[in-house]
């Protein structure tokens, strides 16, 4: 089993800047991808980054890049997703979640470990 802890969520004013963390536990790091999900109301689950904890270019979503930046650390076992030029669009729940880096498979339901969530409310 994996658990995954995310922190950072909150409200900000549009064009402000956020840091999202997770804290990954209960399985060997490296052997993880774990991305950034992201849901909003009436919406579908949309996967906005990922990154391999072996190393490898992160993916971003189009609606992201140049906004956003990915990163994990492996002392700490965390990956955390940078979030600037914030707009009303990126208000949702955002949780982390993870898979085996061998799972070929792409999406959000890919994904089979995920935490609990925690809310970004983008305001304009």
């Known amino acids: 089993q994996v658990q995954l802890v995310e922190s950072g969520g909150g409200a900000v004013q549009a064009g402000g800047s956020l840091r999202l963390s997770c804290v990954v536990s209960?399985?060997?790091?490296?052997?993880?991808?774990v991305a950034w999900i992201r849901q909003a109301p009436g919406k579908e689950r949309e996967l906005v980054a990922a990154?391999?904890?072996?190393?490898?270019?992160?993916y971003y979503e189009d609606s992201v890049k140049g906004r956003f930046s990915v990163a994990r650390d492996l002392a700490k076992n965390s990956v955390y997703l940078n979030m600037n030029s914030l707009n009303s669009e990126d208000t949702a729940v955002y949780y982390c979640?993870?898979?085996?880096?061998?799972?070929?498979?792409?999406?959000?339901?890919?994904?089979?470990?995920w935490g609990q969530g925690t809310q970004v409310t983008v305001s304009s």
């Open positions: 209960g399985r060997a790091f490296a052997l993880l991808t």
């Open positions: 979640a993870a898979k085996s880096r061998f799972e070929s498979k792409r999406g959000p339901s890919a994904y089979n470990f």
């Open positions: 990154i391999s904890a072996a190393g490898g270019s992160p």
